[in-house]
């Protein structure tokens, strides 16, 4: 592979690599509207942003602490409508 071509692929995967942060942050935010929890310990953006492993971790412990299966995605766990009480009104660590 020349340096144009791979240059060229870089440019046109860039965008979709790196737009985890903007999914991730309004997954988040619909997350705690839903379930009106605090924006802590970082802005949604900012969580996604500098460690989305870790803020998808929280995520994923929060909908389990209320009873909801993540792995089958958001339009299936809102469908559900289980609404067990969570520990804590924050989101897990």
């Not at 240059?7 to 509207?33: D, V």
Request: charged share 20%; glycine share 4%; with cysteine.
């Amino acid at each position: 592979m020349d340096c144009a071509l791979g240059s060229y692929i870089y440019l046109a995967m860039m965008p979709a690599l790196c737009s985890h942060w903007l999914m991730g942050s309004k997954y988040r935010a619909k997350l705690r509207r839903k379930y009106n929890l605090v924006e802590a310990p970082f802005p949604d953006m900012v969580s996604h942003i500098f460690c989305p492993c870790c803020a998808l971790a929280q995520e994923f412990r929060e909908l389990k602490s209320r009873g909801l299966d993540p792995s089958l995605g958001w339009q299936r766990i809102h469908e559900q409508q289980i609404k067990i009480p969570p520990p804590s009104q924050s989101m897990t660590r």
